[in-house]
């Protein structure tokens, strides 16, 4: 079974680690998330240090395909966020499991 990891969540473990109200958390985790919105917006790159970075992508409209159908399809121009995790997080997934 999958479980998601919510902003609920992180705002209770934010709660507990730091003791924070839980509405003190979750006003953080908006501003923090509403920055990263705000500023890919704007088109420019965001690295958060020992994390992750942000960037928009544009593509061109292309010929894909239904998968359903397997009928052509135009896939119309559109941006895309590109979010590459650093070495330091990926090392430490493969290093602690």
Same mark, same amino acid.
């Given at each position: 079974?999958?479980?998601?990891? =919510?902003?609920?969540?992180?705002?209770?473990?934010?709660?507990?680690?730091?003791?924070?109200?839980?509405?003190?958390?979750?006003?953080?985790?908006?501003?923090? *998330?509403?920055?990263?919105?705000?500023?890919?917006?704007?088109?420019?790159?965001?690295?958060?240090?020992?994390?992750?970075?942000?960037?928009?992508?544009?593509?061109?409209?292309?010929?894909?395909?239904?998968?359903? =159908?397997?009928?052509?399809?135009?896939?119309?121009?559109?941006?895309?966020?590109?979010?590459?995790?650093?070495?330091? *997080?990926?090392?430490?997934?493969?290093?602690?499991?």
């Amino acid at each position: 079974m999958r479980k998601n990891f =919510t902003r609920n969540k992180l705002a209770e473990r934010i709660n507990v680690k730091l003791g924070y109200s839980k509405e003190e958390a979750k006003e953080f985790i908006e501003i923090f *998330l509403n920055y990263i919105k705000i500023n890919i917006n704007e088109k420019e790159n965001i690295k958060i240090s020992k994390l992750a970075s942000f960037k928009v992508i544009s593509k061109k409209e292309r010929i894909g395909r239904n998968p359903k =159908t397997g009928q052509d399809a135009i896939i119309s121009e559109r941006k895309v966020v590109s979010c590459r995790f650093s070495k330091n *997080l990926k090392n430490k997934i493969n290093n602690d499991y």
